[in-house]
């Protein structure tokens, strides 16, 4: 089905900022509400931010303020810009969609937030 491929992700010091880029393939990128989620080590997997087609938001409260989710249909592409990090955001971060059941999930990205 859709495949979906992040980047972005790399070490950042606390109170950084950082970009993730998902890159999503098919056509129907533009129909689908989406989502960014993460996972830490040993950790359960976790919604973070979520975008509809129609383009509204919503985030968790650990990321609000601090966070913000995007898309651009014309790019099959979403984006999660994020600044002021903090230790507790490390973690593998994922992009997906509940439209489509979820299905696989990719690779992810690595975010690492430590001085």
């Known amino acids: 089905q859709v495949q979906f491929v992040e980047s972005g992700g790399g070490l950042v010091q606390p109170g950084g900022s950082l970009r993730l880029s998902c890159a999503a393939s098919?056509?129907?990128?533009?129909?689908?509400?989406m989502g960014w989620y993460r996972q830490a080590p040993g950790k359960q997997r976790d919604l973070v931010a979520a975008?509809?087609?129609?383009?509204?938001?919503n985030y968790a409260d650990s990321v609000k303020g601090r966070f913000t989710i995007s898309r651009d249909n014309a790019k099959n592409t979403l984006y999660l810009q994020m600044i002021s990090l903090k230790p507790e955001d490390t973690a593998v971060y994922y992009c997906?969609?509940?439209?489509?059941?979820?299905?696989?999930w990719g690779q992810g990205t690595q975010v690492t937030v430590s001085s």
């Open positions: 997906n969609s509940p439209s489509r059941g979820f299905g696989s």
């Open positions: 098919g056509s129907n990128f533009r129909i689908y509400n």
């Open positions: 975008i509809t087609s129609s383009g509204s938001t």
